[in-house]
């Protein structure tokens, strides 16, 4: 299994970026993926969730601002940011648990100047 992250970037508070992750080596039409963030000297925190059926589950901080997606013909899953303030900057990772093993992506760097 292979998550591939990109789409992070440098953007101004109120601004909006969207981030993608792409998945190779595994069934992916069946699988829970995630995002998670960790922004420096700090815990690696689960942001977004959907599932195989496309339920989502969000943290509290997203507060409505960010949305996340998937494409099971792509094999990809997508996080929307939008509204994004300094305290958003992180970088962002996609992850899976298939077969019973974790799977991140390399992570992106998302940087929110204000």
């Known amino acids: 299994v292979q998550l591939q992250a990109s789409g992070g970037g440098l953007v101004q508070a109120g601004g909006s970026l969207r981030l993608s992750c792409a998945a190779s080596?595994?069934?992916?039409?069946?699988?829970?993926m995630e995002w998670y963030r960790q922004a420096p000297g700090e815990q690696r925190d689960l942001v977004a969730s959907?599932?195989?059926?496309?339920?989502?589950i969000y943290a509290d901080f997203v507060k409505g601002r960010f949305t996340i997606s998937r494409d099971n013909v792509k094999r990809g899953v997508y996080l929307q940011l939008n509204s994004l303030q300094p305290e958003d900057t992180a970088v962002y990772y996609c992850y899976t648990k298939y077969s019973q093993r974790q799977f991140w992506g390399q992570g992106t760097l998302v940087t929110v100047s204000s």
């Open positions: 959907i599932q195989s059926g496309g339920d989502t």
């Open positions: 080596g595994m069934l992916f039409r069946i699988a829970t």
